[in-house]
C-alpha cells in the first residue's frame, strides 16, 4: 500500500478513532472478517488461510496444522490482537509528512494513527484537496477492524 488510494472509506470505530481506508481493502476485509467469525473448526480455518487475500489467518498456518486436528474447535475471538487495526492501516498510508493526527505506538500492537472526531472536517478537506473520492462509513471500518 505504497501509493495512496484515489477512494477510501472513512469513519468513526473503536474508541472513538476516526480513521479511513482504502475503499477496496475496506470491503474485502469486512467480507474476510465475516467469513472468519463463521468458522468453526481448524480445518476450516486452515483452509479459509490459504484463501484470503485482504485479511491473513491470526495464526502461522504450518504451525497450525501441526498443533491442531482438522475437527478441532476453532474460535476467532481467542485471537486478540487480530485484524490488523484501521488506524494502523492509516499509518502505513499517510506517510511521514501526513498532516492531520498523531501516531502513537502500544506495547501489545503496532503504532497507528490517532485522529478523533474532531479531526473530520480536516480529514474530508485534505481528501478533496488531493482528489480523493471518500465516503463515511462508520459500520464498514468497524466490520473492516474486526469490531461488528
Given at each position: 500500500?505504497?501509493?495512496?488510494?484515489?477512494?477510501?472509506?472513512?469513519?468513526?470505530?473503536?474508541?472513538?478513532?476516526?480513521?479511513?481506508?482504502?475503499?477496496?481493502?475496506?470491503?474485502?476485509?469486512?467480507?474476510?472478517?465475516?467469513?472468519?467469525?463463521?468458522?468453526?473448526?481448524?480445518?476450516?480455518?486452515?483452509?479459509?488461510?490459504?484463501?484470503?487475500?485482504?485479511?491473513?489467518?491470526?495464526?502461522?498456518?504450518?504451525?497450525?496444522?501441526?498443533?491442531?486436528?482438522?475437527?478441532?474447535?476453532?474460535?476467532?475471538?481467542?485471537?486478540?490482537?487480530?485484524?490488523?487495526?484501521?488506524?494502523?492501516?492509516?499509518?502505513?498510508?499517510?506517510g511521514d509528512d501526513w498532516p492531520i493526527g498523531q501516531e502513537r505506538s502500544t506495547f501489545m500492537a503496532d503504532s497507528y494513527l490517532?485522529?478523533?472526531?474532531?479531526?473530520?472536517?480536516?480529514?474530508?478537506?485534505?481528501?478533496?484537496?488531493?482528489?480523493?473520492?471518500?465516503?463515511?462509513?462508520?459500520?464498514?471500518?468497524?466490520?473492516?477492524?474486526?469490531?461488528?
Amino acid at each position: 500500500m505504497s501509493q495512496f488510494p484515489t477512494d477510501v472509506v472513512y469513519g468513526i470505530y473503536a474508541n472513538d478513532l476516526l480513521t479511513f481506508l482504502p475503499a477496496d481493502y475496506a470491503r474485502g476485509a469486512s467480507d474476510e472478517v465475516q467469513r472468519w467469525r463463521k468458522v468453526t473448526t481448524w480445518g476450516d480455518a486452515l483452509q479459509l488461510a490459504s484463501d484470503v487475500r485482504w485479511v491473513g489467518p491470526p495464526f502461522e498456518p504450518g504451525e497450525a496444522a501441526a498443533e491442531y486436528e482438522a475437527d478441532e474447535p476453532f474460535d476467532i475471538n481467542d485471537f486478540e490482537l487480530w485484524p490488523v487495526p484501521a488506524a494502523t492501516v492509516a499509518l502505513e498510508l499517510a506517510g511521514d509528512d501526513w498532516p492531520i493526527g498523531q501516531e502513537r505506538s502500544t506495547f501489545m500492537a503496532d503504532s497507528y494513527l490517532e485522529m478523533t472526531p474532531a479531526d473530520e472536517p480536516a480529514l474530508v478537506t485534505l481528501f478533496a484537496q488531493r482528489g480523493v473520492s471518500a465516503v463515511r462509513d462508520d459500520a464498514l471500518i468497524a466490520r473492516a477492524s474486526g469490531h461488528q
